[in-house]
T-cell receptor, first 111, second 113 residues
Framework: ELKVEQNPLFLSMQEGKNYTIYCNYS?????LYWYRQDPGKSLESLFV?????AVKQEGRLMASLDTKARLSTLHITAAVHDLSATYFC???????????FGTGTLLAVQP | DGGITQSPKYLFRKEGQNVTLSCEQN?????MYWYRQDPGQGLRLIYY???????QKGDIAEGYSVSREKKESFPLTVTSAQKNPTAFYLC????????????FGDGTRLSIL
């Protein structure tokens, strides 16, 4: 059974700083997704990582996948207040598109 | 504009009452999903459907029921058997295929009266 764990659960950052959110998963998963959720809102798809070594970047966010270590990272570069949100990773299993979500990382970027 | 529409945005349930949450999509997606989100937690899968007239239980299906009579629609009924229904419910859809991201609606917040 696939389990997905994120850390940290809460991250308070200063603007301009860099940090990384980690996503570990327990069994083989050949794809990993990152989503963003603003308070009281829906989820927005950020990245889809499909293969070992995959790296994707959008603005100040960069996601990577290491399937051998069963680890994905979301790196934040020079944080700005607009990045404040909860970030979820989710692992895909089986032939369906069924996803198992981590518990999320609440990111608060302080001015 | 294509998207996923959930209604209502807020819903209140009385004890012993069944309530139905609506989810409609015009993205021409084959697969649809229902998730439950509790405060400070991740999403847990309730039911999912890969094709019309077919659906499977997720991790927390007890106390819930669904139907998939049309490709565009995947309503979720929260039955009186669900003893702790207060949560944020999110509907999602995707193209079929292992690499397709799920797209989410704006959610329905359900509370007990």
């Amino acid at each position: 059974e696939l389990k997905v764990e994120q850390n940290p659960l809460f991250l308070s950052m200063q603007e301009g700083k860099n940090y990384t959110i980690y996503c570990n998963y327990s069994t083989t998963s050949d794809r990993l997704y990152w989503y963003r959720q603003d308070p009281g809102k829906s989820l927005e798809s950020l990245f889809v990582l499909l293969s070992n070594g995959a790296v994707k970047q959008e603005g100040r966010l960069m996601a990577s996948l290491d399937t051998k270590a069963r680890l994905s990272t979301l790196h934040i570069t020079a944080a700005v207040h607009d990045l404040s949100a909860t970030y979820f990773c989710a692992g895909g299993i089986g032939a369906t598109n069924k996803l198992i979500f981590g518990t999320g990382t609440l990111l608060a970027v302080q001015p | 504009d294509g998207g996923i529409t959930q209604s209502p945005k807020y819903l209140f349930r009385k004890e012993g009452q069944n309530v139905t949450l609506s989810c409609e999509q015009n993205l021409n997606h084959d697969a649809m999903y229902w998730y439950r989100q509790d405060p400070g937690q991740g999403l847990r899968l309730i039911y999912y459907s890969q094709i019309v007239n077919d659906f499977q239980k997720g991790d927390i299906a007890e106390g819930y029921s669904v139907s998939r009579e049309k490709k565009e629609s995947f309503p979720l009924t929260v039955t009186s058997a669900q003893k702790n229904p207060t949560a944020f419910y999110l509907c999602a859809s995707s193209m079929r295929g292992r690499d397709q991201p799920q797209h989410f609606g704006d959610g329905t917040r359900l509370s007990i009266l």
